[in-house]
C-alpha cells in the first residue's frame, strides 16, 4: 500500500504553509479587533492593507504579474481560517480579492494591469463590483444600468445598490448594458458623476461595509471596458464559480468555530448536578453540528479541487454553496441552544456568528437559485445522454 497520506485541506505543502500563516494572522491580529469592528460597523482598512503586506490580496493572481499564484483551494483555506474569527472582514476580503481583484485579472488585457493591478493587490486601493440594483440581484440580465458610445469612450448612467466595500473603494468593477449587451468596466472613485450614498446598516457582517452608488452620466473611456463589449456575463460567470466556493468555505469557518466553543462549554458546565454534555438533547445539537460541518467540508474542498481559470463548475460550485451555507447558520444556532442565556449574550461570539452566517443564503446567490441552477444543469445532462 502507498504511504501518502491525503490531506483534504491542506492537499499540498505550499497549502498547509498558508494555512499555518493566515491562522497566525488571524490569532495574532484579526480576533483582537473583530468585536469592536461589529460594533461599529465599519472596515479595518488598515487591516485589509497587511493582508495585501501578506501576499493575500493577490492570492489567485500568477506570481508574474504579483501575485501569489494560489489556486482555488488556496483562496478556500483563507476564507475558511478569516471566518472562524471574523467573518464581516473575510466578506470585505472576498469583495476586494475574488469581486474586483481576481475578477478583474481574467478580464484584463496588459494595459489595464498595468494601470491598476499593484494598487490592488499591494492594498494601495479597496475594490468593489457593482452588479446588484435596487430592482435586480439574482436576475441579472434585468439590469438597467446602461452604458451608451460617446467619442472615444463610453457614457454610464444607472444605480447600484448592496455593493460590500463601496464605502470604503478607490475602484470600483461595473455591469452596464451597452444597447442590450452586459459589459464589464473599470470606474475610478473619483470619476465626474459617480458618487456613492450613505451607509447601508445590516444585521450582520457589520465589519463590511455596504452601501449603494450612482452613476451620473459617468465617463470612461474605451480601454475601461474589460474584455470586450457584450463580455460581461462570461466575466461574471467566471468569477461567481470562485466567489461561491469562498462563500461556502466562510460558512464552514463559522461552523467550525461554532462547534469548538459549544463542544467546551459543554465540557465545563453543569445542571441538575452533571455536565450538560450528558443530555441527549445537547449530544443531538453537538453530534449533528459536527457531522454537517465535517460533510460540508469535504464537499467545499473536494469541488475546490476542480475549479480555476480554465475549469469551469457550476454543478460543484453550486452545491457547495447550496449545501454549506445553511451549516454555518445551523450550527450557530445550535451552539446558541448549548450555551442557553450566555449564547444569546455576545460573550462567546455565538450571537455575533448566528447574524453573519445568515448572509451566506443570501449574497453571491440565494439558495433558490442554486436549487435552479443544479437542476437545470442536471436535467441538460440528461438530455445529451
Same mark, same amino acid.
Given at each position: ?10 492537499? $499540498?505543502?505550499? &497549502? ?7 491562522? %497566525? ?19 479595518? !482598512? ?8 501578506? #501576499? ?6 500568477? *506570481? ?31 469583495? &476586494? =480579492? ?21 494598487? !490592488? ?37 444607472? &444605480? ?30 473619483? $470619476? ?8 447601508? *446598516?445590516?444585521? #450582520? ?5 455596504? %452601501? *449603494? ?27 461567481? +464559480? ?51 460541518? +465535517? ?12 475549479? #480555476? ?6 454543478? #460543484? ?17 445550535? =451552539? ?10 455576545? +460573550? ?19 439558495? +433558490? %437559485?442554486?436549487?435552479?441552477?443544479? $437542476?437545470? *444543469? ?8
Amino acid at each position: 500500500m502507498s504511504d501518502v497520506v491525503f490531506d483534504l485541506e491542506n492537499p $499540498t505543502e505550499e &497549502h498547509r504553509m498558508l494555512r499555518q500563516m493566515v491562522r %497566525s494572522f488571524v490569532r495574532d491580529v484579526v480576533e483582537p479587533q473583530a468585536e469592536e469592528h461589529d460594533r461599529t460597523g465599519t472596515l479595518n !482598512v488598515p487591516l485589509l492593507k497587511q493582508a495585501g503586506e501578506l #501576499g493575500l490580496l493577490g492570492l489567485t493572481i500568477p *506570481e508574474k504579474d504579483g501575485g501569489a499564484g494560489m489556486d482555488a483551494v488556496g483562496s478556500v483555506v483563507v476564507h475558511h481560517e478569516l471566518s472562524k474569527s471574523d467573518p464581516g472582514f473575510c466578506l470585505a476580503y472576498l469583495a &476586494h =480579492a475574488v469581486l474586483f481583484v481576481n475578477n478583474f485579472y481574467y478580464a484584463s488585457n496588459e494595459a489595464q494591469r498595468e494601470r491598476w493591478l499593484s494598487k !490592488v493587490i499591494s492594498g494601495e486601493w479597496i475594490g468593489a463590483m457593482g452588479m446588484t440594483e435596487p430592482s435586480s440581484g439574482t436576475d441579472v440580465l434585468g439590469m438597467r444600468t446602461s452604458a451608451r458610445r460617446e467619442g472615444d469612450g463610453f457614457v454610464i448612467k444607472g &444605480h447600484k445598490a448592496l455593493i460590500t466595500n463601496a464605502i470604503d473603494a478607490d475602484v470600483f468593477i461595473v455591469y452596464a448594458k451597452v444597447e442590450s449587451d452586459v459589459t464589464t468596466f473599470v470606474v475610478e472613485r473619483n $470619476t465626474p458623476g459617480f458618487s456613492v450614498g450613505k451607509k447601508t *446598516e445590516k444585521m #450582520g457582517m457589520r465589519a463590511s461595509t455596504l %452601501s *449603494e452608488f450612482m452613476l451620473d452620466d459617468v465617463f470612461v473611456p474605451a480601454e475601461n471596458v474589460l474584455g470586450t463589449v457584450g463580455g460581461g456575463v462570461r466575466n461574471m460567470m467566471r468569477n461567481l +464559480e470562485l466567489e461561491r466556493l469562498t462563500l461556502a468555505a466562510m460558512s464552514l469557518g463559522i461552523a467550525d468555530r461554532c462547534v469548538d466553543i459549544m463542544v467546551r462549554y459543554a465540557a465545563e458546565r453543569t445542571s441538575f448536578g452533571k455536565s450538560i454534555a450528558e443530555h441527549g438533547q445537547i449530544q443531538r445539537y453537538i453530534g449533528e453540528s459536527f457531522a454537517k460541518t +465535517e460533510a460540508a467540508r469535504a464537499l467545499v474542498y473536494s469541488v475546490a479541487r476542480d475549479v #480555476g481559470p480554465a475549469k469551469r463548475n457550476r454543478i #460543484g460550485t453550486d452545491a457547495a454553496k447550496l449545501f454549506a451555507a445553511p451549516v454555518g447558520k445551523e450550527v450557530a444556532d445550535n =451552539a446558541m441552544q448549548v450555551l442557553g442565556g450566555w449564547g444569546y449574550c455576545n +460573550e462567546y461570539k455565538v450571537e455575533r456568528f448566528l447574524r453573519d452566517a445568515k448572509l451566506l443564503e443570501i449574497g453571491g446567490g440565494t439558495l +433558490e %437559485s442554486h436549487q435552479k441552477n443544479l $437542476t437545470k *444543469e442536471l436535467l441538460r445532462k440528461v438530455k445529451q445522454e
